[in-house]
């Protein structure tokens, strides 16, 4: 149980004791600032602590946001300062500057006497420890002096509805036009409903996930009824999927486990829902699993796009660019901002569109309007970060390139050529390596498509892929256009895999290749969330287990030039089902080990 110490009993009339009991702590009191020492050290390490004024003002809401957020290990409001167990030891060296080494000095004891939550936090400052102040807007936090003034506080206490402030915070501040105006209005009040009666995030996306599971399931009856309740379904699918997020912002209620199933669950349900569709089409006689594939290694190079460029520029140096600087300034008229947001078709616009024309026409009309409408908002993102990596003066720094080596997900082959080409390497200009990797992809997607199964050539290719994506990392990917390495690997392997179950042309294939990209692309959506989380990348095992990106597709092309075509599903699937296996065990052992960081993933609008 968490601990909040006053720094002396509650003034009169005071509901502060009864609101730090709301929020789920243990109230203690201190007669004196030497015993606030000792009753800090008397909580136990493994849980919270607080120490709060108790002459304090304002909304529970300030506390809740100030005091139970578990993403942060330190955080003060005006009158208030919290130490999760994993800043303990900062709080305790805090206590110690702001107290002297023991003994309390007579200055000292002043100051703890009498705002002794904001003398800590200012000594955790001090000591260079992070302590999150959470954005409070209109609500209210602060340690009136004098009667008067606590009087002004209370007056304004009243002026503003906690609730309604809690409620408007529990939405996502930046989101899709469909979100904001079609789901978020009502879906906040579907949270707070599931708060009060005690449902948790993890929860109501489990419950989101099923429900899309359930509409893949309907999708693939085949009947228009089928395909009428699937498109229901999907859009409650995403009242849920934004429900849960809104419960955790309205609660609180932040978890490692929430993480990784918020950062995962959208696309299992996305891509199962192109599963559930291509199934449905096929008992109407119409094969569309290779615009299923198609949809899905375009939606995965999106984000991979995105996410490279974010990472490349994430703590990037003097990061300026006119490209930027004429974004922030269309950013500045209303309208233009919905615009932008609407064509690059976020996940709301998208599901919309897929659960209304799933509802209205065919399987085959909605892959062509998702192929169509993600191939134009690629287009139009991808443009934009070019323009901006080609005019912005920025140094980009060692953490960047870390991380976009990360995303390469590079095997042992090509870290073999990596090694024996890193003094060449250096010795080439600024944009060899996303050159080199859109050579070798090139070749390699066309040699596949265009090559007879059972061919050697695609083999060939894939040795030839396999070099040149060594020779793509063998330095670090610190030039202005380095971050589209990753992406590059993404779209060569997973359209080879495609184009060489098209050319196999046998039942089955197609959905194994599905199958199989589906395994892969979760591992590549893995690291990114591990990375953003600030944990780093999959171990290194993990990664030459899988073989690499380059490891995998040469496997691939091995088993299209050695087996018979009817057997190629069957190697296609195995090879799928091992990839997962190792993935998902090593996924789900990280996610929900205590050393993953208990975040909630904001997301992407796309």
């Not at 892959?367 to 690629?378: R, S, T």
Request: glycine letters at 8%.
């Amino acid at each position: 149980m968490s601990t909040a110490i006053l720094t002396g009993p509650p003034v009169p009339g005071s509901p502060l004791d009864g609101d730090l009991r709301s929020l789920g702590f243990d109230v203690r009191v201190s007669p004196g600032p030497a015993e606030t020492a000792a009753l800090i050290a008397a909580v136990p390490a493994a849980e919270r602590v607080a120490v709060v004024d108790a002459r304090f003002v304002g909304h529970v809401h300030s506390l809740r946001l100030a005091l139970t957020d578990p993403r942060f290990p330190l955080a003060a409001v005006p009158g208030a300062v919290t130490a999760a167990p994993e800043g303990r030891g900062a709080l305790t060296s805090a206590l110690t500057a702001a107290t002297g080494t023991g003994a309390l000095a007579p200055d000292a004891a002043l100051a703890l006497d009498t705002v002794a939550p904001d003398a800590l936090a200012e000594a955790l400052d001090a000591g260079g420890a992070a302590v999150h102040r959470p954005e409070l807007g209109s609500l209210v936090a602060t340690v009136p002096g004098d009667p008067q003034a606590r009087n002004e506080a209370r007056q304004a206490v009243a002026a503003v509805d906690d609730e309604a402030v809690r409620l408007r915070s529990a939405v996502k501040a930046r989101d899709g036009f469909f979100t904001t105006y079609c789901v978020s209005p009502y879906s906040r009040y579907i949270a707070r409903w599931c708060a009060r009666r005690g449902f948790t995030p993890n929860q109501v996306t489990t419950a989101s996930l099923i429900t899309a599971l359930i509409a893949a399931a309907a999708a693939a009856t085949g009947t228009r009824g089928g395909f009428i309740a699937a498109g229901v379904l999907l859009l409650l699918s995403f009242v849920l999927d934004c429900t849960d997020g809104q419960v955790a912002r309205y609660s609180l209620q932040y978890s490692t486990l929430g993480a990784w199933l918020d950062a995962t669950f959208d696309r299992a349900k996305e891509y199962a829902y192109y599963a559930g569709l291509a199934l449905g089409a096929a008992r109407g006689g119409d094969d569309v699993w290779a615009l299923a594939l198609g949809a899905m290694v375009l939606q995965t190079c999106r984000h991979v796009v995105d996410f490279s460029f974010n990472e490349a520029n994430h703590d990037a140096i003097s990061n300026t660019s006119p490209t930027a600087a004429l974004s922030d300034k269309l950013d500045s008229v209303g309208w233009t901002v919905w615009v932008r947001r609407m064509i690059v078709l976020p996940i709301g616009e998208r599901w919309a569109m897929i659960a209304v024309l799933t509802a209205v026409a065919t399987p085959r009309i909605v892959f062509y309007a998702l192929l169509i409408g993600c191939a134009f908002a690629a287009c139009y993102t991808t443009a934009g970060r070019l323009l901006r990596s080609l005019t912005r003066k920025a140094v980009w720094t060692e953490r960047a390139a870390r991380a976009l080596a990360d995303l390469a997900d590079s095997g042992p082959l090509a870290e073999a050529v990596a090694r024996a080409a890193r003094t060449a390497a250096r010795r080439l200009p600024a944009f060899a390596a996303p050159a080199v990797a859109l050579i070798g992809g090139g070749a390699l997607v066309a040699t596949a498509a265009l090559a007879g199964y059972g061919s050697y050539a695609p083999l060939a290719a894939a040795a030839l892929y396999a070099i040149t994506s060594g020779l793509a990392v063998a330095r670090p990917l610190s030039g202005p256009l380095d971050w589209l390495v990753p992406p590059v690997f993404r779209a060569a392997e997973y359209s080879a895999i495609l184009a060489l179950a098209a050319r196999a042309d046998v039942p089955g294939a197609l959905p194994a290749a599905f199958g199989l990209v589906s395994a892969v692309a979760y591992h590549h959506y893995d690291t990114v969330y591990r990375i953003r989380g600030g944990t780093g990348a999959p171990p290194h095992w993990l990664v030459r287990a899988i073989g690499g990106h380059e490891g995998r597709i040469l496997a691939v092309a091995l088993l299209a030039a050695l087996l018979p075509a009817a057997g190629f599903p069957i190697a296609l699937t195995a090879l799928a089902a091992v990839i997962a296996l190792v993935v998902l065990v090593e996924s789900v052992r990280f996610w929900v080990s205590s050393g993953a960081p208990a975040v909630h993933d904001e997301g992407e609008t796309a």
